[in-house]
Nanobody, 121 residues
Framework: QVQLVESGGGLVQPGGSLRLSCAAS????????MGWYRQAPGKQRELVAS???????NYADSVKGRFTISRDNAKNTVYLQMSSLKPDDTAVYLC???????????????WGQGTQVTVSS
């Protein structure tokens, strides 16, 4: 099993910044892609940003230039630095990891519980 624990959400004013963290633990052999998704009320879950083990990144068009994803492979942790936040960024942010566990021949997707980000004045 893999546990993903997110932290760093909260309430911030428009134009402000937040940094999310997600630490993975368990019988992990290797993590391929780590990423952040978000889901706002009444909307589908959408990819915000992802990063592969080698460091290449991918961003949703709506966050390019404002958000930065990074990871610490030694700590199995992924970060999301969010700047110039807008009310439209309000959502529950969920961490995702595609990981190989001990004894499994292929990777599975694992999800965190989510952390609320609210952008409001």
């Amino acid at each position: 099993q893999v546990q993903l624990v997110e932290s760093g959400g909260g309430l911030v004013q428009p134009g402000g910044s937040l940094r999310l963290s997600c630490a993975a633990s368990g019988s992990i052999v290797s993590i391929n892609t780590m990423g952040w998704y978000r889901q706002a009320p009444g909307k589908q879950r959408e990819l915000v940003a992802s990063i592969i083990k080698g460091g290449s990144t991918n961003y949703a068009d709506s966050v390019k230039g404002r958000f930065t994803i990074s990871r610490d492979n030694a700590k199995n942790t992924v970060y999301l630095q969010m700047s110039s936040l807008k009310p439209d960024d309000t959502a529950v942010y969920l961490c995702n990891a595609n990981a190989y566990l001990l004894g499994t021949p292929w990777p599975y997707d694992y999800w965190g519980q989510g952390t609320q980000v609210t952008v409001s004045s």
